[in-house]
């Protein structure tokens, strides 16, 4: 078996490298999604969920770098074209929403997508003793989890 320089199976980090691009490529459509719904949202929870979308895109935005960083520790390189984000995401793109439900629908949905492929990754990293990218993938599941069932409530 070869290694990489992190002494990980290089098959098994070249397998997760590039489920991390896809992941990398659903969470940058994901943050201009959530950016959207921070500049277009109207109506009487203007307020209080204008605020709420900043909070969520600037962790957003934390997440692709680290996943991006990840990628470029096991040795590979990361995604970086707006073109193939949106080429290689299966989170579509939000575009023109304004009426804070939809924004919240649209918010709750992009999370259900990204939490069941970051389980797929997960259990990919647990096969290939990456303990630093199952660790990463759990601590995102486990912050979004209660970020879901948090608007899920403001929802009713």
């Known amino acids: 078996m070869q290694t990489n320089r992190i002494g990980l199976d290089s098959d098994k980090s070249k397998q997760l490298a590039e489920r991390l691009n896809t992941l990398l490529a659903n969470y940058q459509i994901f943050y201009m999604n959530v950016r959207g719904y921070h500049w ?7 307020f209080e969920l204008h605020v709420k979308f900043e909070e969520q895109y600037n962790d957003l935005l934390l997440k ?35 009426e804070g439900k939809l924004c919240v629908q649209g918010l709750l949905q992009g999370y259900k997508q990204l939490i069941s492929m970051q389980r797929e990754v997960m259990e990919l990293a647990q096969d290939a003793q990456d303990e630093g ?14 970020t879901v069932w948090m608007f899920s409530a403001w929802m009713g």
Request: aromatic share 8%; charged share 30%.
């Open 40 to 46: 277009n949202v109207r109506g009487p929870e203007f």
């Open 64 to 98: 692709v770098d680290e996943i991006a960083e990840r990628v470029l520790t096991l040795g590979h390189r990361p995604m970086h074209a707006f073109s193939d984000y949106l080429e290689n995401s299966e989170v579509k793109e939000a575009k023109n929403v304004t």
């Open 133 to 146: 990218t199952a660790t990463l993938m759990s601590d995102y599941i486990t912050q979004q989890e209660k």
